[in-house]
């Protein structure tokens, strides 16, 4: 089957995983939360920390599926609660995410900061339950892929890369600065769909530890593309191209590194990570999944 053929039959799988796991309730006092909640994962997106984590699973030789289920699913709440909060006027006030009006956008500023906070919460929600109903065999995996998951989506991880990203609005931005910024805001959660599934998996320490770098090289990767195309899709703003690195005054990896460096460093890194995913086993979607991510042009 063609690359594309079997992208787009992931992502309908994993977009039936991640609405089964939704929050339902037939109270109509709760109704405008859970619409505000279930909006903005319903707008759509890459899917791509689901789509990773799942095939870590089957890299490292998970065999029953339904396991990996809640963390996909919970694992894509907390990245889609990170763009909504995001998103607010505090941070970078955004009308579209997602081809969509953006949720504070369309619920009012107060349930965007909720919607936020609803699916972070119903995040750990979703996979503390899976830890008490696996099996006891299960429960140890289980255990361990949520602590990863909720120490990369915190301080230690999206959060506080986030943090500082906001320090250091327009302010010049250094190498250790933006090496920091990059490996917890954009790296983390990429690092841990890469390693949860591994943990599910039953991996070793040495495994899930070789797939942490594997997830940084290609979370990294993945923010340098975006300041690329940053800089190479124009805008026309009254019939003159505007770059958008010239409309925020911002410091990005091409600005600090040029684009040339910027570029070979994109190239080099997902090598790196391919060869890591090699030297593990064999998933051929997962490579194609890494190049696609490098590649892609928008
Ligand atoms: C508010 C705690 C907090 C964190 C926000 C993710 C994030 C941190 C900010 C979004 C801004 C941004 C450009 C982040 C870099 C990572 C990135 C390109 C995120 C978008 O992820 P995609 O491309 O989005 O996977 P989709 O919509 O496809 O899911």
Do not use: W
């Not at 396991?67 to 894509?76: D, G």
């Not at 972070?120 to 008490?132: D, F, G, H, I, P």
């Not at 506080?160 to 010049?172: A, E, I, M």
């Amino acid at each position: 089957m063609m690359f594309k053929d079997e992208l787009d039959n992931r992502l309908l799988y994993i977009n039936s995983v991640i609405k089964e796991f939704l929050p339902e309730s037939d109270n109509e006092l709760y109704k405008k939360i859970i619409d505000a909640a279930c909006y903005s994962v319903e707008a759509g997106g890459k899917r791509i920390r689901p789509m990773i984590m799942l095939e870590t699973y089957r890299l490292c030789g998970g065999k029953d599926e339904e396991i990996v289920k809640p963390f996909m699913a919970a694992l894509e709440y907390i990245h889609t609660y990170s763009l909504v909060h995001d998103d607010l006027p505090a941070m970078d006030n955004d009308d579209y995410r997602r081809g969509r009006l953006t949720t504070h956008k369309v619920f009012g500023e107060d349930f965007g900061i909720l919607a936020g906070d609803a699916l972070l919460n119903y995040a750990y929600e979703v996979m503390t339950s899976a830890v008490c109903a696996a099996s006891p065999e299960n429960m140890k995996n289980c255990a361990g892929a949520a602590a990863v998951i909720a120490r990369k989506a915190g301080i230690f991880g999206m959060v506080g890369g986030q943090s500082l990203d906001v320090l250091l609005t327009d302010k010049p931005v250094n190498e250790e600065e933006m090496e920091f910024i990059f490996n917890l805001k954009t790296g983390a959660l990429i690092e841990a769909a890469f390693m949860a599934g591994a943990i599910l998996a039953g991996a070793g320490k040495e495994c899930v530890s070789q797939l942490e770098k594997a997830g940084n090289l290609v979370g990294v990767a993945f923010q340098i593309k975006d300041d690329i195309l940053d800089v190479t899709s124009t805008q026309e703003v009254l019939g003159k191209p505007v770059f958008s690195d010239e409309k925020n005054n911002k410091t990005t990896y091409v600005t600090l590194y040029g684009m040339e460096k910027a570029a070979a460093d994109v190239e080099n890194m997902s090598e790196k990570a391919e060869s890591i995913v090699k030297s593990i086993g064999d998933n051929e979607f997962l490579i194609e999944l890494i190049n696609k991510l490098i590649s892609r042009e928008k």
